[in-house]
């Protein structure tokens, strides 16, 4: 019976379940046999009321037992409609699960015992029957899995251990990630085949149906992802707002530009360069490259040109032709006989060299020049050089006289950045010709428009197929969102536009830049959800670095934790819980000879039990290592500690889907009304 014990231990034999046959018996007896104990048959009535009473206590206390041992081992999975999800304002609904108590720590203490093996163990009579079941399938073997109340129903196959979530599941509720606690971002652990990108379209599912902007980075490309923001957009009547990029799809990808948009024009180069990886000597290189493209960038600017990778790349390696084509535009404007000066300089050049022999006629890039040579010269004499103060005319006319040779060196760096979106399918998505007849038709995104206009953008980087290209087209989109995020923040985003961000292997596209994100995110209205699989991967991310992995892990208020299989990764969450105590028995048994016999006693025994206390953290990483498919914990709320298991998604057979990416693409992109 239940009592004050030094522990709880549901593991125990169920007397109460004996002490309720017994009231019910007696209960029962003065009922029907009240004469027997020569009372009335009212007053039977009032004595078998109190032992029925006590007998539905002791039952219900006994039941516990018993469904707690049952609950170990069967748990099921459970599904839910895309179209049933909770639609909710101010939570994000992740399945069912218990807040995680110092309890649940000592059940599963108690339950790594050797003598409680049994309870956490198929039984052989369980696994002879499935046996026969599957070579029988008529049998009667097969006809006992199929009874809902045997325990020889098949469990399902979803790994780990089930009794972790096991030893709470009697007091299972709905588990909520709060909207509130979502604006301080949000980091999902889990290895390949868990359940993180159903637990991720869970997530979208819901912040699509918010009514608010969604942006998904998707690096390797989940197509049971987009089908999902497929369907949820459109049994919540968004599909005119739902958008689709493809890097391995360029002839069905709405266009962007991640270098269009900026505060200053200097943010264009910092996007750049921030794709090199320089280190050491390589650093000084990196800021020349960036000096270099800034002049680049700032010309196009003034020259009313839409910078691209495509315009950048070719421009850069070419600053006399840049050169010229700066002061065709520009120097009219501003000397207005610099037309005749031009033409005068290519007369007036030398036809034949000091012996004679003719000289090829000087080239117009030339003779611009040198004609801006005098015109920073005769600034400069007249005491008027605070004009070239603001103007890029002589930055850009010092890089169009550096040597060729010389100039190849210091912006090589810049090479690889460029091709690996130019010289790839990638070129025409995220570096677009505004003129290319091919693409007549497919939408443009804007990140801007995005949030003001509350539109719903799936972007695939295809990194499987050219894992360079995905990596700096990903820190280009952060790059360009960070901007907007400045922006934002410095004008006070309305609360009535959100942006929802997912980046799925986040790792992949994580940067310095991402950082600046995350400290930026709270106040410009965007909730960031970063998945990954090790902690590890952000290190290699970084260069190796162990200071910037805990620096972007410090930004993110609510961790969830799927299984891992990183001991690194276990124990960034295990480091933020609290230690319990744990308590155990041990029973032992003495003995004292009494030789001389006295009274008759011969000896004495003595049988007790010993309790012992432990410390240890309320989830350990063996809990992390062990998980079941689809299951996880949650630290939220400054250390509140759940544990989940997420539902899994079904899609509803009458509601039209495509099958493939090309299909679903072209129903998104192409079919507008």
Known sequence: MQTHYAFENLLRTPWELLVAVIGIGFGVVCLLRHEWLLL?????????????????????????????????????????????????????????????????????HLLSLVHHQRFIQKSALYEWIQQRAKKHPKGICHYLTTIQFLPFQPKPDIGGKPWVHGVGAFHESTIYLKEESRKGNTIIFGETGVGKSQLESLIVTQDIFKGQSVLVIDPKGDLSLAQNMYLACASSQRLNDFYMIHAGIPHLSARYNPLSNYTNVSEVATRVTSAIDAKGEGKAFQDFAWKFLNITATCLEELGETITYKSLAFFVTRPRQLLLAYCDKILPQK???????????????????????????????????LYVSRYIETLIRQGEHKALHDSIIADLYHAAEIGEEYYAKITASLGPVFDKINKTSAGSVFSWDSADTHRIGLPE????????????????????????????????????????????????????????????????????????????????????????????????????????????????????????????????????????????????????????????????????????????KIVVENDLFSLPKGQGFMLTDGGELYKFRAPLLKQSKDIYLPETFELLMSEVNLCRV
Not at 513 to 524: D, P, T, V
């Open 335 to 369: 000397d207005s006989n610099y037309l005749v000066s031009i033409d005068d300089i290519l007369q007036k050049s030398e036809k034949v060299d000091k012996y004679g022999k003719p000289i090829p006629p000087l080239k117009r890039e030339e003779a611009a020049r």
């Open 445 to 616: 995104i804007n990140l801007e428009s995005l949030i003001k206009r509350r539109q719903v953008i799936y972007v695939c980087l295809d990194a499987q197929s050219n894992k360079a290209m995905s990596e700096a087209v990903g820190q280009a989109i952060i790059a360009d969102l960070v901007s907007l995020c400045g922006r934002l923040y410095k004008e006070g985003q309305s609360s009535d536009h959100l942006l929802y961000l997912h980046a799925d292997e986040f790792s992949e596209i994580v940067r310095d830049e991402f950082i600046i994100l995350l400290n930026k995110a709270r106040g410009a209205g965007v909730r960031v959800t970063a998945y990954t699989q090790t902690v590890n991967d952000l290190g290699v991310a970084f260069g190796s670095s162990h200071d910037k992995p805990k620096m972007l892990l410090g930004n993110f208020s609510n961790m969830l934790m799927m299984r891992v299989g990183n001991l690194d990764t276990a124990r960034i969450f295990t480091d933020c819980l609290e230690e319990v105590h744990t308590r155990s028995t041990t029973p032992s048994t003495m003995s004292t000879d009494r030789p001389n016999g006295e009274d008759g006693e011969l000896f004495t025994t003595y049988n007790t039990d010993s309790v012992q206390e432990q410390r240890s």
């Open 40 to 108: 009335t048959y009212r007053a039977s009535i009032l004595i078998s009321m109190p032992f029925f009473a006590i007998a539905g206590l002791r039952l219900l206390q006994g039941s516990k037992v018993f469904l707690y041992r049952k609950k170990l081992l069967i748990l099921r999975p459970f599904f839910i409609n895309i179209q049933k999800i909770p639609r909710l304002a101010h939570n994000s609904y992740l399945g069912r699960g218990f807040r995680w108590l110092p309890i649940h720590r000592q059940r599963l």
